[in-house]
DNA sequence: GTGGTCTAGACCACC
DNA sequence: GTGGTCTAGACCACT
């Protein structure tokens, strides 16, 4: 519930761009199952179809494969998840780069914002890694 | 056009985000009138009073005053647009630290992002308009 | 419009307070024509019957007089005048010290709030006497 | 029942008047449940939205706060309380003695109403309550 | 069943 | 035509 148009692009993509951040957080560790795509498809609110062309990507991608009907898992393939994780973080870095430049904040500004968010962080939880 | 259900806070609020960060971006220069409610709203794909109410939000935070009948203006108190200014960018600028953080970016690498897109920008198009 | 529904009273004595209220502030100087019982009618919103009674309670009252189809004149009755006046003012009286006890307002309350009403009232204007 | 058009203010500033004024009143203690929205809007003969409207007026004067979806309670701030107490008090009072001066009434009898009023209040009933 | 939000449509007062 | 208010009725999330 919430993936109806968002407009800029397709819903599949969305979910794909979803799971594939989930993945490479680590919530599905590598070589674990992933739930069955109906299940993913009701907890996103998506037709089934739809969450299977996501997850299709993600197995074109490499980041998934297919057990034929015995599921579907996380590759184990290290250097490809490294790698896909290299590829997010500049991506979301050149993202997060032009926003700021967009509001007008300087690198500046943001080493501050970091190290004041740093401090209240001190042992909060860390759920990713 | 795309502002059913981003989902994290109500239409009014999303809608009054953006017109504060329109104003604040000089989009609708200080002692300058709005649109109308109505044409807003239709503009924004939602219900006048939706509008409204983002609008009267924006009155309450000094940003906006209404002449009456005589249509909405930008507020020509310089300071306010100024502190307002400031606010919203160290809420964004807290934003995106925790984005980064989230994702596992570093300073550094924030700045080789805003690096090379300074050097795209040169003579890049400015999308946001 | 405003009339319908004050819940307390009928209309026409509503009227009929409002409009001797505003004889004996002196909105209608003594011996003065008033307005045909149509004009006031439509002022009021009401019909014109309702205005009608209204006014016939006045010049049951004494405050009013008819000259048959020469419209209607305020009393030239000066000591009536003045003892409706005072019998009004003791009703208000009356009631502003309900009004002042069920807040638990004291007296010294008042008579602050009234010093500094008299402060800002300085040369302001004085529409009734 | 009575709402419609007092004219002066619109409907929900009325309704929150009177709601603070018997919050401040004891009506509602402190730490006390509000009865539900839609059981106020009622009870006033008006919309939902109107009362809802009025209860988050409240709400923003800090009188009132809202526990989600398990009712709207009041402030157990005393201090908040006790001071709104004194705010609307002191409006009060300007208020009567605005109308005091309106009326040509003069401290001296407003004293007199008071004094006479306290006389037949000995075993009087208390009708706010 | 509660608070909150949103829509659709209406009416008013002001120029 | 503009801002403002109000109604009627719906839906959602939370519990």
Same mark, same amino acid.
Do not use: C
């Given at each position: 519930?919430?993936? &109806?148009?968002?407009? #800029?692009?397709?819903? !599949? ?5 979803? /799971?594939?951040? =989930? /993945?490479?957080?680590?919530? !599905? ?9 109906? /299940?993913?498809?009701? &907890? ?16 074109? &991608?490499?980041? #998934? ?6 599921? $579907? !898992?996380?590759? =184990? ?16 870095? $050149? ?11 300087? #690198? ?18 860390? =759920?990713? &890694?």
């Amino acid at each position: 519930m919430a993936w &109806e148009l968002n407009s #800029l692009s397709p819903v !599949y993509s969305q979910l794909a761009d979803r /799971i594939r951040s =989930e /993945i490479l957080k680590g919530a !599905y560790p590598s070589g674990e199952q992933l739930p069955a795509v109906r /299940i993913l498809a009701v &907890e996103a609110g998506v037709n089934p179809n739809t969450m299977q062309r996501a997850l299709t990507q993600l197995e074109g &991608e490499g980041l #998934l494969f297919s057990k034929g009907t015995a599921g $579907r !898992y996380v590759t =184990e393939d290290g250097e490809r998840l490294k790698t896909a994780r290299e590829r997010m973080k500049t991506a979301t870095a $050149r993202r997060l780069a032009k926003e700021a430049a967009d509001a007008g904040i300087t #690198l500046q500004e943001l080493a501050q914002a970091m190290e004041s968010l740093a401090g209240t962080e001190k042992q909060g939880g860390n =759920e990713h &890694e």
